[in-house]
């Protein structure tokens, strides 16, 4: 006898009043990029709580911060989901002056060009796979799309300069923020924007914060990706 007849509990188990279609709506994407919602925060929070907490003892957003932040502008968050599962996130605001001070680390400022990235983090497991580089790149290919923004800001330890260059950022000077005995440097992205997209916005005359309209571009740009001719829609 075999194994599995032997331990009939082991058998597959077959349920022939269950569709293959019925199965495939239940099936969770094996990988997605989406803004985040409050309904996420928690989730945002478990990454955070290991990567910063357990370190630091402290972390950029406490979990009141990071849902105040998806309540005003979840349109500047970018979540990548493996099967339903966050395992690295983005977390933005806008902000309107040239250098951040104290109140960029609690204000979203709906009137600047800036986007404040308060924090990247990738899920402990999912380290060291390029995953970092990977969700800023979709982020700032993304923030073109925006007609209002101008640039990328954030601040970082002195040792994550190196990486944050790798993406693009340019060294601005040393942060006036202070965090306990932590400082940071201050690093800049310009956002040059897609001609096509931002005149195709204007046109179409899409508020400038109408979420909608964030999540239509960035459908547009997910599309364009799948088929190839983000090439062509860069081109500006
Ligand atoms: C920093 C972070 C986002 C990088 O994401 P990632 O997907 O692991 O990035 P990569 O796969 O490219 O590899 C890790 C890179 O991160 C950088 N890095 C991460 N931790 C580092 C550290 N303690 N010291 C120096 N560089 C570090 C290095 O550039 C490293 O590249 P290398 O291995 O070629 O030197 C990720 O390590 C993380 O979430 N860390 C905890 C949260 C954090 O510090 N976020 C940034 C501040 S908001």
Redesign the pocket.
């Known amino acids: 006898m075999s194994l599995v007849g032997a331990l009939p509990f082991l058998k597959p188990r077959l349920s022939p009043s269950v569709s293959p279609g019925r199965q495939r709506r239940h099936t969770l994407p094996a990988s997605e990029f989406r803004p985040l919602n409050t309904q996420d925060a928690i989730s945002v929070f478990e ?1 955070e709580k290991e ?2 907490i357990s370190v630091s003892g402290d972390c ?1 957003l406490h979990l009141d911060e990071v849902r105040h932040f998806l309540m005003l502008c979840p349109e500047l968050s970018m979540g990548w989901f493996e099967e339903g599962r966050l395992v ?1 996130f983005i977390i933005g605001s806008q902000w309107d002056q040239d250098r951040l001070t104290l109140d960029a680390l609690t204000l979203h400022k709906p009137k600047g060009s800036t986007v404040h ?7 402990r497991t ?10 800023m790149w979709r982020y700032l290919q993304y923030l073109r799309c925006l007609p209002y923004v101008r640039r990328a800001v ?1 601040m ?2 002195d ?2 300069v ?2 944050y260059q ?1 993406s693009g950022f340019k060294v601005q000077g040393r942060c006036s923020i202070t965090v306990a005995s932590l400082t940071f440097t201050e690093m800049q992205y310009p956002v040059r924007g897609h001609a096509l997209m931002r005149r195709n916005s204007e046109a179409i005359g899409f508020p400038q914060t109408n979420t909608q309209h964030h999540m239509h571009t960035l459908a547009v740009f997910t599309h364009a990706a799948k088929f190839g001719s983000f090439a062509k829609l860069l081109v500006q």
Do not use: M
């Open positions: 990454i990567a910063f950029p690295a990235i308060h924090v990247l983090a990738v899920h999912f380290r060291q796979q390029g995953k970092g580089p990977i969700l954030l970082c330890e040792f994550l190196p990486f790798k």
